[in-house]
DNA sequence: CGGCATTTGTTGACCCATTGAACTTATGCT
DNA sequence: AGCATAAGTTCAATGGGTCAACAAATGCCG
């Protein structure tokens, strides 16, 4: 398996030093260890890296000292020859944290190195009509209340990333419709609450993150769909999201699938989001608008009580979403699309439906099927996604958190 | 302007030695003087790329004697100071080659560091109904006489790039329909003239080789649109061409654009090929189907004398590109889009509806216009793009091209 | 039970690329 | 002519990886 990734320091059009040789180094033994399934030797990094036994031993003993690593029990040695000691990523040690801010909830979780959950918190409640300044605050004092419960854990946690439903710009938030949000600096009103004043924010879609926390050792390249009242697309390949010259990538949304359809609000005809969004399928499915409670509910619960119209609309939006996939995955060439959002609650309806749709229009489903799947987190995906994009910048370049 | 570009050196899971450092500041040397207009001195490499004027010294001596760099005049200084010697690609000395094999031509490319045209020859003549094998060898006999003709002119070509219409994998042209050739080694083939035989050969795409002929400084992220009887992709983002998992990133032929449309071959219904494809573009203005003949030519000559039945033809193959491109350009968010193959030609009569429409279509047009053109090359176009890849390999690898 | 092969991890001399500061060279300005 | 200024070079110092030898710890086999 390769241990791919990249961006380990060195930065294209920077000047390499000494320090950057070892920055690289170190990164890269780390990742042996974070990619094994086991604890590992350090022959084995040596090996697996092509580095020399004695680099290895070196570069160990730094990530050791910096509290990266913790040696284990000595490994079962297949022949003979002196038992190696294991190595693995330290548990307890630097974490990541993921704050997400949403339409209806607030949600935090922490990792630790090795990516698990240390804790976890999910705060109810509808946000809207609140000032952005309140949800904030509140926001940022959960954020430092799990810091805190972090801490007295023996956590240290080494950045923060937000995730926030609307599109960011240069770490603003430039605009924010279901919220109602507009122009918000969110790290520098969070920087307001004191225990997360000197911590290392970092701003992104909401979308971005939760399709982040799909990625795994064997799914490191698929379309996250997300669907809400809008319709979008965090676009991941090779276990990295693509962004887009200006980071608006992933507007499936607003693809035409139909030049006869309805017009959108933004003025073309037969957008995906008209078709295949919830309030389409709401209206399609003849619900009533429901006030406050998710879309979502009401049509899963409509769906289980095997309502005709609502199969029917679940269908109809099968087939948009079919088109509107198709051509993402020709241009992209991924295989995999994974349904988030309000999609993942409503894909034992979709997914039949969808999956065939696609089998019929990708050309190269002959040699490869398509794989369509519900995501399997809940509203705890976004946090959780960039709780773990925290770690993995933060196995990247190791030499940051290192005792001097 | 950020040097950008990757790949220098220091692959992601290899381990970084001495002299993947010299490597690494050896490339970005080389690119400062590759990316300024005008000769450059030592000394401004050195505040250009944060290094030393002392290791920016040792690295030219060594650009210098591996004949990648040639000191020109003396700068022109601005104040007082000794006067800077003036450092450039060295004209002449180490080059590139591209060649093309297309259905109704063949194309011969070569380049130097500078990427400027050295040497170009077309070779006018169907290919179809003859074997892979008898077209190689009269594509290998045209590469082996520019190549002789080129080290006459005391070019040494680092390496080829092989442009064919078809799909390419691992090197090997897996299926070219419009040749009707199926899993032909191609490196394979031409490496049976001697002159070849220890060339480096790569094979790739001629779309995605012609997507690159026409990145520029100015535009490094945009969509080629390779318009013949198929329509096809080049992605190229920040100057690289986007492959996809698997290497088929770009079909934008089958991007659905009418449920209500004609079937396709592919077995789907509406996509943009059977829409606006040459074949269908012909037939829906009422040109008899033409022999040999590539399509482009009697649709152009019909759109210049005013024919109604081609105007009508081409708006409506406009409007449902722009559906197509519309999706496409949501989900990669990139700006431009370079109409190419036989697009090019028509571009007069597709670019007006094709912009309004794109503009009615995308989401960010309020900010940001969306912008389309006509490819600046013809038939060189690949074999350009091919030859200047070569290139640029040999820039971000300079080591490998050093006499030691 | 003892010697031996085998593998792990460590040590120290060596190599090599960048740094930094001093130095030389070549020009313009006064 | 003298001085300021900037370009390019030289050389000892720094630091990181390699290489080879070695010590440590185990299994195997007689």
Redesign the interface.
Known sequence: M?????A?S?G???????Q??RD??LA?ALRVVADAAGPVSRAQIAAA???TRATASTLVELLLAGGLLRETALLATPGSGRPAVGLTLAPGGLGGLGLEINVDYLAVTVVDLTGEVVLREVLDGDQRGLSSAVVLQTAARLAASALAEAHERGLRVAGTAVSVPGLVRDGRLVRAPNLGWYDVDVPGVLRREPSLAALDLSVDNEANDAARSEVTALLR?FLFVSGEIGVG?G?V??GVVF??????????G???????GPVCR???RGCLEVVAGLEALTRTAGLAPTQGLPHGVALRAAAEAGDPATSAALEAAA?ALA??L???L??????TVVLGGAYAQLAPWLVPTLTRCLQ?????SGW?RPVVRAATRGPEAASLGGARTVVTRLLSEPERWLVT
């Open positions: 390769p241990a791919s990734r990249s380990t060195l294209p059009g920077l000047p390499a030093r000494q950057s040789l690289h180094n890269l890296t092509g580095l390249s697309a676009i390949l090779d962004r887009g010259t200006r980071g608006w990538a992933g507007e499936l607003h693809v035409g699938v139909d030049p006869a933004c003025g073309a087939v088109t509107a198709g051509g993402a020709h241009l992209l060439d991924v295989g019929e229009r990708l050309l190269w490869e």
